[in-house]
Each structure stands twice: as structure tokens, then as C-alpha cells.
């Protein structure tokens, strides 16, 4: 019998795509997560933070693979749609807070660019938003310069003109530049943005009912930046922030996970790691895709898309000699 491994499965929108004003957002249609929920138990253990701790520690020897899932950006269908899906099946699920979408009603600029392509399109939105940082001084080498196999690792679920332009606006604008434009082209063609924050993002007093159904909690930053391209005081106060807004706002944990924006490799490092340690959180996900086994580190935990998960569990199949 080969060595049981865990598979950390990662959401973000999950929601009725076709009826809702944004139906080209990527993300996974509700009833799929119904009957993905129903599927995962027949090919994984379910895995809650405190076993898939145990079992990397080398304390809990499952019969089975485990499946632990796990749930980005505290989105506000999490709450009112996943959590009782996954109470209803007895499933734990560890959600990841943007601290400051619930503290201060702010739409992060990564969603902002999410909502804004869903609703003008790609090539109409990508246009209006290149037009607005040239005025303001945008010096067009930098764009130049994307390594084209970089870009599409960090977003290989996206075409490769997508991925550039998403690595661009991720990792490589100025913020401040990219912050002015993204948010006056989400004011002028979408709304106002507390207004929107308060319909896209959990409240504090949901994520505690959430805690109550047997949820998990975890921090995902408090602005949601790539937090290896900051310097050490912007480092320290992001999350120093985000770990100070979860333990006043939240129910205790024995365990308090987080997940590093973006996540792939590149978004993290030595010395975001040495803080979160520092502040107290136990372990942390990348986006980097495979399974994990004991001993390995846990600053690292790997974690595989949503829509690939169960595929992933399959065996190769052996071909005919």
C-alpha cells in the first residue's frame, strides 16, 4: 500500500455565475461544489486543520489519502452558501480573511481587476486601464520586460496575454499607480466601492457564526499584496495587522493558518515566513501545485485548483505493452 498524502484543495468564487451581474468571473459554479462535496469523501479522508497538522507532523497515519479545503479571500458566499454545504456533510472547511475588506469596507485592487474584466472584457478593460497609467507617467519597458514563462506559472489557468497582463498588474506597476487607475475605472464603471465591499466580503460577526458551524480561520494578509516585494516595515505592519484584526475579532483557534497572496513561490520568502512565525501562525499554503507528505515544510503547504482535485486523486492509468 503505497504512503497516504494530503491533497489541500483551494477555492475562490463560488457562486451562480449565470445569474449573478459578473457571470464571467472565473470560479466555480455552485452546484458543481454541491456535488463535488458528495464525490470528495469517496476517494479522500476529509481532513480537518488539526489532522492534516498531525498527519505532516507524523503523529496520524491514515488508511487513505486526505483532502483538506480550504477557501480564499473571505468572500461573503463562503458564508452564506459553502458553510452550510459543507456543516451539512460534517466537512470542515478553512477560510483565509483579507483583513482589510472586513475591517475598513475596502475592495482589494486584485478584485477590482477580477470584476472590471468580468464585466467590460478583457480586451475593452485592458485598454481603458493601459490608457489611464500612461497619462500618468506608466514607462511601457517595464511591461517589456514580463518574462512570458513567469507569468503564465503564476496564472496557468489564464491565456498567456491574461497571465502577462495579470503579472503586470500583480507584481510590477508601482502600487500606488496601479491603485489611482484601478479605482477610479471601478467607481466610473461599476460603483461605489464600500458599497460593493459590504456585498462582496464576509462581516466579522459571520466569521464567528462560521467558527460555530466548525469552520477554521485563517489570515490571507491585509491587503492582499505580494508580500515578497515588500520591505521589512511594510512587511511587519501588513501582518502584524491582519494577525492583530483576527485574534480581537475572531473565536480562539488551537491552530491559525494562513495563506500567502498569489502564492506562488515568488510571493514569499524567508522573511515573511520568519514573521508570521513571530506573530504566531502555525502554518501556511502556497499555490504551488502538489501533494504533501510528513516532514515536509510547513511554511510551504501545497495545494491543488478546486477543479482539478478529483482528477488528481485517480490513478495513472496503465497502458497496454
Known amino acids: 500500500m503505497s504512503q497516504p498524502q494530503l491533497y489541500v484543495s483551494t477555492y475562490h468564487y463560488v457562486r451562480d455565475l449565470p445569474r449573478t451581474r459578473f457571470r464571467r468571473i472565473k470560479g466555480m459554479l455552485l452546484d458543481d461544489f454541491c456535488q463535488q462535496v458528495k464525490s470528495l469523501p469517496d476517494a479522500f479522508e476529509m481532513a480537518t486543520v ?3 497538522l498531525e498527519f505532516l507532523n507524523g503523529t496520524y497515519h491514515p488508511r487513505r489519502d486526505l483532502c483538506l479545503m480550504t477557501f480564499d479571500d473571505g468572500l461573503k458566499e463562503h458564508y452564506a452558501d459553502v458553510t452550510p454545504i459543507l456543516e451539512d456533510n460534517g466537512i470542515q472547511g478553512v477560510f483565509f480573511l483579507i483583513t482589510s475588506c472586513l475591517e475598513e469596507h475596502r475592495v482589494v485592487p486584485v478584485h477590482m481587476n477580477h470584476f472590471l474584466t468580468a464585466g467590460l472584457g478583457f480586451e475593452r478593460y485592458r485598454a481603458m486601464f493601459m490608457e489611464v497609467i500612461k497619462t500618468s507617467g506608466f514607462d511601457e519597458q ?3 520586460q514580463i ?3 513567469v507569468s503564465q506559472h503564476t496564472y496557468p489557468l489564464d491565456t498567456l496575454e491574461v497571465a502577462r497582463f495579470k503579472y503586470l498588474f500583480n507584481f510590477v506597476l508601482p502600487p500606488s499607480c ?3 487607475a484601478v479605482r477610479a475605472l471601478f467607481v466610473k464603471c461599476i460603483g461605489g466601492e ?3 465591499a459590504a456585498d462582496l466580503y464576509l462581516s466579522w460577526s459571520q466569521a464567528r457564526e462560521m467558527q460555530q458551524a466548525g469552520m477554521a480561520m485563517g489570515g490571507h494578509s491585509n491587503e492582499h499584496r505580494p508580500l515578497a516585494t515588500l520591505g521589512d ?3 511587519k505592519q501588513d501582518l502584524t495587522t491582519c494577525w492583530d484584526l483576527i485574534q480581537r475579532n475572531l473565536a480562539s483557534q488551537s491552530q491559525w ?8 513561490a515568488d510571493s514569499f520568502n524567508g522573511s515573511v515566513i520568519k514573521v508570521l512565525r513571530q506573530l504566531g501562525f502555525h502554518f501556511s499554503l502556497c499555490t504551488e501545485s502538489g501533494i504533501n507528505l510528513p516532514g515536509m515544510d510547513l511554511f510551504a503547504i501545497r495545494r491543488l485548483d478546486c477543479k482539478q482535485i478529483l482528477a488528481a486523486s485517480q490513478p495513472e492509468p496503465v497502458m497496454p505493452q
Open 50 to 52: 488539526n489532522s492534516a
Open 142 to 144: 517595464l511591461e517589456m
Open 147 to 149: 518574462d512570458s514563462a
Open 178 to 180: 496601479r491603485d489611482e
Open 194 to 196: 464600500h458599497e460593493f
Open 233 to 235: 516595515e511594510e512587511l
Open 257 to 264: 493558518p494562513f495563506s500567502y497572496p498569489y502564492g506562488k
